[in-house]
């Protein structure tokens, strides 16, 4: 697997919708979009505020 697709099961175990994890990460929705398309990665930053969010561990998103 990769991170987007890490992404979309972590967003959807955690019963969110792609606004509301922009909101709790304060990372912006077009940022997300673009994640769970596949057409950018995250920084380490943006990974820390997304598994703090989705309460999972780095491995958890990028393995």
Not at 46 to 51: D, G, M, N
């Amino acid at each position: 697997m990769d991170f987007k697709n890490n992404l979309k099961n972590l967003i959807k175990e955690n019963n969110l919708n792609n606004n509301q994890l922009a909101l709790k990460s304060n990372v912006s929705r077009s940022l997300i979009t673009h994640y769970l398309n596949g057409t950018k990665e995250p920084t380490l930053q943006t990974l820390e505020k997304l598994k703090i969010v989705l309460n999972c561990s780095y491995d958890d998103l990028l393995k």
